[in-house]
């Protein structure tokens, strides 16, 4: 079996305390779910499975969030949901296990998905109090934390702090591009609030400077990266509906993308978060193809030095890297960013006419990657 995507949508990514914190998880993440079925037309009683989830399934977003979305939007209870955490690549992951659902016929037609409401549920450590601490004794690996790994990947790289100003900068002005020219109209899902009225575009988007970035304070003492260059806060949710190539023929859809390969592979624990380029390079020898043979690259931009160090690492150019912008401008709810990337990437292969595009979504234990082909 063929896993194809037939659609994928998004709610616009609001800010830190924006206009969609007054949205529960659940209600948000229900919102995409039911409009991937509907703007497709798919009887939701055709789907096998759901896979979604969110980083930080606490408070508001605990036990498997996947399902409370599906049943408070009234949809089918007989559907078999499951709920995954894998870090920023969690809606990714979601796509990419599906897809291996439908590649040994065990499910038909899916919804991947993934919400994160940070908003009301921050990113926490979620160990539970009194009952130990997850690293055992003796524990000597070195796994630093995400804002330390970015830091060393810029040393790694050789990249200045006014380096990544200029990427950070190069973040704000490509997207509030792609937003005056309406490229994300195909896939985003305009949302109704009980108090902020209907939002319908991110929130992220910054008026700024090189010299308004260079004045910000580095996150850590001693640190490159800082606010203008790392990812935001946010609150989003994402789906994407995925079924057998058949399925979709017999359905009479005509899908969007298909899976051409993927993988999941662990970070250096030095550096954490530079697992993208392993993962990239283990498709390309999977697959016998290389960079030239892809048009379009999206990388998470949790912190700018990481989608640099993909470009530096493989020789990537600047016009078929993050050419919309990223999660520095756009936000990043972490559990809904993979299908961001995965909903622009098609949509901007559909601009420019092209064929292929590659996704990666770092991540310390789980950083995504696959490569799609137009349809």
């Known amino acids: 079996m063929n896993p194809v995507i037939v659609d994928a949508v998004r709610t616009p990514f609001g800010r830190r305390n924006g206009s969609l914190s007054g949205v529960h998880a659940a209600e948000l993440l229900g919102a995409v779910q039911t409009a991937v079925l509907k703007r497709t037309g798919v009887d939701p ?9 969110c980083v930080t399934p606490v408070g508001e977003q605990f036990g498997n969030i996947s399902r ?26 979601a796509v990419q296990l ?11 037609v899916g919804v991947a998905c ?14 539970g109090v009194g009952l130990g601490t997850p690293r055992p ?17 810029a040393r790694h790289r050789g990249f200045s702090r006014q380096d990544l100003d200029a990427y950070g900068l190069r973040s704000q002005r490509l997207a509030q591009k792609a937003w005056a020219e309406r490229r994300f109209d195909a896939h985003i899902i305009p949302v109704s609030t009980p108090d902020r009225g209907l939002v319908d575009k991110d929130e992220g988007l910054r008026e700024t400077s090189i010299e308004a970035l ?7 003492d001693g640190g490159l990266h800082t606010a203008g260059t790392s990812s935001q806060v946010s609150d989003g949710a994402s789906a ?3 079924m057998s190539e058949e399925q979709a023929e017999s359905l009479g859809l005509a899908p969007k993308a298909k899976l051409l390969a993927q993988c999941v592979v662990g970070g250096d624990t030095e550096l954490l978060l530079d697992g993208p380029v392993a993962a990239a390079v283990k498709l390309f020898e999977r697959t016998g193809m290389t960079v030239a043979d892809i048009d379009v690259f999206e990388v998470n ?12 690492a493989l020789g990537v150019d600047d016009d078929r890297l993050n050419v919309n912008g990223g999660a520095i401008a756009l936000g990043h709810p972490t559990g809904a960013t993979g299908i961001r990337l995965l909903a622009n990437a098609i949509d901007e292969l559909n601009r420019r006419d092209g064929q292929t595009a590659m996704v990666a979504v770092c991540a310390a234990a789980a950083t995504t990657c696959l490569i799609l082909e137009r349809l």
Do not use: N
């Open 137 to 153: 004794a003796g524990w000597a690996i070195d796994m630093p934390d995400q804002y330390t790994a970015a830091d060393r990947i």
């Open 98 to 108: 599906l897809a291996g659902q439908i590649a040994i016929g065990a499910v038909d």
């Open 240 to 242: 994407a509906l995925l």
């Open 114 to 127: 993934g919400v994160e409401v940070m908003s009301r549920v921050p990113l926490t450590a979620k160990t």
């Open 214 to 220: 260079a004045a910000l304070s580095p996150t850590k």
């Open 45 to 53: 009683q055709l789907v096998d499975q759901v896979i979604g989830g």
């Open 301 to 312: 931009e949790a912190f700018a030095a990481i989608p640099m160090s993909f470009a530096t």
């Open 68 to 93: 409370t979305a599906w049943l408070h939007a009234g949809l089918p209870t007989h559907v078999g949901t499951t709920a995954i955490d894998a870090q920023c690549g969690t809606a990714q992951q």
